[in-house]
Nanobody, 125 residues
Framework: QVQLVVSGGGLVQPGGSLRLSCAAS????????MGWFRQAPGKEREFVYA????????DYADSVKGRFTISRDNAKNTVYLQMNSLKPEDTAVYYC??????????????????WGQGTQVTVSS
């Protein structure tokens, strides 16, 4: 069983930055792909960014290209989402998720086995 604990959300002005963290339990973190998803009110959960176990492969949504960056520290069992140049449309509850790595990165939420509790990110002036 993998437990994921998300932190780092909050209120930020447009153009500002936030860094989300997702700490995982268990000794298998380094063999899991990690993903970030978000869900705005009235909308479906959508893919944001994902990273392979070694960090050599990533995938991201077009909407965050050039603004968000994913990274991981396997020694700390933690994955990060650095969010810069935030826009009001980035407002959502952000979730991290994990799945055993199978050689490719998936963007569909249904492909992920474990989920964190979510953290609210609000971008507003």
């Amino acid at each position: 069983q993998v437990q994921l604990v998300v932190s780092g959300g909050g209120l930020v002005q447009p153009g500002g930055s936030l860094r989300l963290s997702c700490a995982a339990s268990g000794r298998t973190f380094s063999s899991y792909a990690m993903g970030w998803f978000r869900q705005a009110p009235g909308k479906e959960r959508e893919f944001v960014y994902a990273i392979s176990p070694t960090g050599t492969s990533t995938d991201y949504a077009d909407s965050v290209k050039g603004r968000f960056t994913i990274s991981r520290d396997n020694a700390k069992n933690t994955v990060y989402l650095q969010m810069n140049s935030l826009k009001p449309e980035d407002t959502a509850v952000y979730y991290c998720a994990s799945r055993p790595y199978s050689g490719r990165i998936y963007t569909e939420p249904t492909r992920y086995s474990y989920w964190g509790q979510g953290t609210q990110v609000t971008v507003s002036s």
